[in-house]
């Protein structure tokens, strides 16, 4: 038994990822004991904090949701209090309650080779009452932005502007829009999720954009998954609509990347469909880039596009000279009238939660890393984490991420190791970054982050079904991995 302060594993974040750590935890290591740390009074990481008008799943939930627990509302594509809806029942139904530490902000972590533990050193948000925890595992569910500030550029004369400039991330839960003047500055999925969303109330709403995103509509409904959720019974269905799911997501993207021309034909081809006759989607609609090398952006049942039919929002794509009193000058000269400024401009993207880690006194430091497996890094002992997928749904990753982790704890207890380190001993080797879409949250943080390798369990390729072979279906014994026992320093992996 734990005595408050010390676990098996001590898990950071309640999140999709946190989350469901603890629940592959509690059903393939019954007899382990975990905590999990919470800065935040409430569970549901990124869907606890985003507010905004319409904000909703960007991937299809019976793959967005968990292996474990189907997804059986009528909505494929999902508004955050029905996604927060089933966060809360995961965490009823698998009793997790009792492990999470809520208002604990984790600050440090330290491991010892001496002792083979990790003390971690959290600071509690009421109190400011600093806390150590100790544990032999680290698992970091903490995602991979900054939970604090979103990024907004530096725009010239903002503060002459006489309405409200809001980030997404901060969204004023008492903000009245109604008969308003907005003006949404971005392209991506928050910009294209906030403009329909808005446009019912607000006097006129406009995207303001720099650049053009590829949108796609897509069914907010899934008509098969419906289906076989009725004939099948959800339990069977989910495994037919997961795998159609995937097949359909990663046969998109393959296509993408390998015919670019063809793809982006289709894509602006469906766009023009859904638009107004003389709308000018060459200009607003048509990217500079190649399908994929960003995130595609969807709208379920056309949303965006039938809200700029019906006249009540507009596309406008210019680059800003500066604010004024009363809203924004573009550099065409044209001026955008505004009441309310929403700067849907992106993320701040950030490693580990401003986790300091350190091994026997000495910092780590992060971008001297690599992934291994992309779900630990080397040269840092009893450590994993889940980040998502980029180009497919966030949790199918996790899920893989924390099988594989339960898979290495099994190990372990089975041969009697106490510690596991990656150990990257090919200088040869090219490091890589580990993301490469081109959006510019992706292009200004990924510096920050660990790199990839080239070969081998070093490489980090967002590939669903190479993950399944090495991470569900591969041997946990590996030469790049070291592992001690309690009775002996430490020896390679055989």
């Known amino acids: 038994m734990s005595d408050g302060t010390h676990f098996d594993v001590l898990i950071v974040g309640a999140g999709i990822s946190g989350i469901g750590a603890a629940c592959h935890l509690k059903a393939r290591r019954p007899g382990s004991t975990f905590a999990i740390l919470e800065g935040r009074d409430s569970i549901g990481g990124t869907w606890d904090l985003f507010k905004y008008p319409g904000i909703r799943s960007d991937s299809d939930m019976p793959t967005f949701g968990y292996s474990f627990k189907p997804w059986t509302h009528r909505k494929a594509i999902a508004d955050r209090n029905l996604i927060l809806d ?42 400011g009452e600093q806390t150590q925890f100790t544990s032999r595992f680290l698992f970091l569910g903490t995602g991979y932005y900054d939970y604090e500030s979103g990024f907004t550029p530096d725009f010239a004369a903002v503060d002459e502007f006489t309405g409200q400039v809001i980030h997404p991330q901060h969204w004023p839960e008492d903000l009245d ?36 995103s590829y949108i796609l509509a897509i069914p907010a409904e899934d008509v098969i998954a419906n289906f076989l959720n009725k004939v099948l019974g959800p339990k069977r269905a989910s495994r037919i609509v997961r795998r159609k799911n995937i097949l359909l997501a990663r046969g998109i993207f393959k296509a993408c990347r390998r015919f670019p021309r063809l793809t982006r034909w289709l894509l602006l081809a469906l766009v023009r469909l859904q638009l107004p006759k003389r709308f000018d989607s060459d200009t607003h609609f048509s990217p500079r880039y190649n399908p994929w090398e960003q995130r595609l952006c969807f709208v379920p049942n056309g949303d965006l596009f039938k809200a700029i039919k019906s006249g009540r929002a507009s596309v406008v794509t210019d680059r800003i000279d500066r604010f004024t009193a009363s809203g924004i000058k573009l550099e065409s000269g044209q001026e955008l009238a505004a009441d309310i400024v929403v700067t849907a401009t992106g993320l701040n993207m950030l490693p580990f939660g ?141």
Request: proline share 5%; charged share 20%; glycine share 6%.
């Open 86 to 127: 089933y966060l809360r029942e995961t965490v009823t139904e698998n009793v997790i309650d009792p492990h999470i530490r809520f208002g604990y902000k984790v600050l440090a972590a330290e491991f010892s080779s001496s002792t083979a533990h990790w003390t971690i050193t959290a600071e509690h948000s009421s109190t």
């Open 177 to 212: 829009y109604a008969g308003k003047r907005v003006v949404v500055i971005g392209s991506g999925a928050t910009a294209v999720t906030l403009t329909p969303a808005m446009a019912d109330k607000a006097s006129h709403i406009t995207m303001l954009q720099r650049s053009p």
């Open 354 to 494: 401003k986790i300091q880690l350190s091994v026997d006194g000495q910092r780590v430091n992060i971008p001297d890393t690599t992934f291994y497996k992309a779900v630990m890094l080397s040269g840092v002992p009893n450590f994993a984490f889940a980040l998502g997928y980029t180009n497919i749904s966030w949790t199918l990753k996790v899920d893989l991420a924390c099988e594989y982790f339960c898979r290495l704890l099994d190990h372990m207890d089975a041969h009697g190791y106490r510690t596991v380190e990656p150990v990257l001993d090919d200088p040869d080797m090219t490091r890589v970054t580990a993301n490469n879409l081109k959006a510019g949250y992706v292009q200004r943080g990924m510096g920050t982050f660990p790199r990839g390798g080239t070969r081998g369990p070093w490489i980090v390729d967002h590939a669903y079904e190479k993950d399944v072979e090495r991470l569900r279906a591969g041997l946990v014994e590996d030469s790049a991995l070291k592992f001690t026992v309690a009775t002996s320093p430490a020896r390679p992996a055989s």
